[in-house]
């Protein structure tokens, strides 16, 4: 399996921009697709992005796309979420996955490693 470790999360007041970073190590870390879900309080862990391993595809929920960019650099093995314009709504608990092949299904089922995940809250 892959570790993750999630890192830049915090307090932002509405319309700031945040990026998120996934630091990824283990055999072979760098031929994982990688994603980024969120959760609530309450609420399924929904898919917000996706990146293959080569980094060549991607995938956004629709309700986002465009705020939000994913990237990995396969050299560091790290995945960046780079999230602009939030919204309180955008306020979660962050986790990055990691899983055998790029999924855009929108289920956590397909990633088999998980960060520990890092909260991000958009508040004025």
């Known amino acids: 399996q892959v570790q993750l470790k999630e890192s830049g999360g915090g307090l932002v007041q509405p319309g700031d921009s945040l990026r998120l970073s996934c630091a990824a190590s283990g055999r072979a870390a760098s031929d994982y697709a990688m994603a980024w879900f969120r959760q609530v309080p309450g609420k399924e862990r929904m898919l917000v992005a996706a990146i293959s391993w080569s980094g060549s595809v991607t995938y956004y929920a629709r309700s986002l796309e465009g705020r939000f960019t994913i990237t990995r650099d396969t050299a560091e093995n790290t995945v960046a979420l780079q999230m602009k314009n939030l919204k309180p709504e955008d306020s979660a608990t962050y986790y990055c996955?990691?899983?055998?092949?790029?999924?855009?299904?929108?289920?956590?089922?397909?990633?088999?490693?998980w960060g520990q995940g890092t909260q991000v809250t958009v508040s004025s």
């Open positions: 996955a990691a899983g055998p092949s790029l999924d855009m299904g929108g289920s956590p089922d397909p990633y088999n490693s």
